[in-house]
């Protein structure tokens, strides 16, 4: 049997694969999988976690603003319509992870992988740009988000001592820095299985600053302290024209997208899964937990934001101080926000990191800079591999990513925008165009025209979501200037 470092070698045990018998065998005194791999241990537990740490993030912290552009009928509708369509197309990619059969297959190990086995072409290539850019795309945005976390908690302590009045803006660039410098240790973490502590641990962040958001606005609700709302939302007329409701609209209908964005990294979860039971039932309990959680603050996030701010609901409600007090609360789950998406961070750049080490391991196999493994023991914490490449490579994305965090720190129209440029083609085209392959379902037959039919509104959605982020994007790029301080 080869080496259990060489990638991509789906059948090394073949009586095994071609029997479909998944039960682990020892190998080289290590216990592995089918496929030769080491034995993999998640479970529906762990895999929800990282679903959780993937989905509920930055894009929670929004939803009262989406809510107040959309009104109370389209808003909580156009909410639960993105849940459903991202859990039912996820359980279509979760039996694709395995082909042709989803028990007894191959395994896919990534999501080209999966399309590349069910679709083949020039679709391959186009998943690979979606994904990856998408990927690239929320590391740079997590990176903005987070260092907004960080200066919120600088800026509370100001307006608490100096008052709600004081000028207490402040930069961001050097708390991107630090959030950089953070990732660049984090990074050396070599694969997704090793993930699953910092996704428990962010998974815990997510709920606690969610929880502290609902909570203020129970609380300013209860109080009597409520803004105007409607069933359309912020009205024309209202310091803004028609033309500006259209694009905010749109703008809105993406930052939800985003907001459900977790199909980039099922693949990758889902390879993290034992055995038994069957991997793709595991996968799709947990992404019933993992949506149904996320829907459930979601909709308490937006629902009760928008009742306790109404139509001039902020963008992030607790980074743009829709709240002051209590300070100390504010500054907690802000610090929340901060850990939980240095973890969420992880989450979408570890599978660049994994196409990178495999493309270039593949390409120069012989390359000790490339493949080798060193031993360093740390007082302590064990004994750690480092690999030069991997310390070279990883290093540089993240600091390339967090200068371009510098270069484009716009919060909503960039959410709206991955949203937007994600939903479409990695949520609902390639789940649906697999599910219909994988089930050989007939043309022009009643489920292949309702499948067909939901792809082509989800792909309508999407440009509209795209047009409106773009949109946005203009209008900031209008008054920004590069590396200045950014005044809220």
């Not at 992988?113 to 186009?126: A, N």
Request: glycine residues 8%; charged residues 15%.
């Amino acid at each position: 049997m080869r080496s259990l470092n060489t990638e991509h070698h789906h059948n090394q045990n073949p009586s095994a694969a071609e029997s479909g018998d998944k039960s682990a065998v020892f190998s080289a005194g290590k216990l592995v999988d089918d496929d030769g791999r080491e034995k993999r241990t998640g479970t529906w537990l762990t895999a929800s976690a990282h679903i959780i740490t993937a989905v509920i993030g930055s894009g929670v912290l929004s939803l009262a603003w989406a809510i107040a552009q959309l009104g109370w009928v389209a808003g909580p509708v156009i909410l639960m319509i993105f849940s459903v369509i991202t859990y039912f197309t996820s359980t279509m990619l979760a039996d694709c992870y395995r082909s042709p059969d989803p028990v007894t297959g191959k395994r896919n190990y990534t999501y080209m992988e999966v399309v590349r086995s069910y679709l083949g072409g020039r679709k391959v290539q186009l998943c690979g740009m979606a994904q990856y850019g998408n990927l690239i795309g929320i590391t740079i945005g997590y990176t903005i988000t987070a260092s907004i976390s960080l200066v919120a908690i600088q800026r509370s302590n100001c307006y608490h001592d100096k008052g709600h009045k004081a000028d207490c803006s402040t930069s961001h660039y050097p708390y991107m820095a630090v959030f950089g410098c953070i990732q660049i240790l984090l990074s050396q973490i070599p694969n997704f299985h090793k993930l699953s502590f910092l996704s428990i641990l962010a998974a815990i962040m997510s709920f606690a600053y969610a929880s502290i958001g609902v909570g203020l606005s129970i609380a300013a609700v209860a109080g009597g302290q409520t803004g105007k709302t409607s069933l359309t939302g912020v009205q024309v007329g209202e310091g803004i024209t028609a033309s500006e409701k259209v694009w905010k609209t749109f703008q809105a209908v993406g930052d939800i997208a985003f907001a459900y964005a977790f199909s980039t990294v099922l693949i990758e979860i889902q390879d993290t899964l034992r055995s038994s039971p069957a991997e793709n039932k595991a996968m799709k309990r947990a992404s019933l937990v993992g949506v149904s959680t996320t829907t459930l603050f979601y909709v308490l996030c937006g629902c009760v934001g928008y009742a306790a701010f109404g139509n001039e609901a902020p963008g992030d409600f607790l980074t743009d101080f829709g709240f002051y007090e209590p300070f100390w609360l504010i500054d907690f789950a802000n610090a929340c926000i901060a850990f939980h998406l240095i973890g969420a961070y992880q989450v979408f750049c570890q599978p660049i990191f994994s196409f990178v080490e495999k493309k270039c391991g593949r390409k120069w196999p012989e390359s000790k800079f490339i493949t080798a493994e060193h031993g360093l023991n740390v007082p302590l914490l064990g004994k750690f591999h480092i690999n030069f490449f991997r310390l070279v490579w990883r290093t540089a994305y993240v600091i390339v990513t967090t200068i371009l965090a510098m270069i484009f720190p716009f919060f909503n129209a960039i959410l709206g925008l991955i949203g937007a440029a994600s939903f479409w083609p990695l949520t609902v085209y390639f789940p649906i165009e697999m599910h219909i392959a994988q089930s050989k379902i007939k043309k022009f037959s009643f489920r292949w025209t309702w499948l067909k039919i939901l792809n082509w509104l989800c792909f309508v959605v999407s440009i509209v979501a795209a047009v409106g982020s773009i949109q946005g994007l203009i209008q900031s790029v209008r008054t920004y200037k590069p590396f200045r301080p950014i005044h809220e």
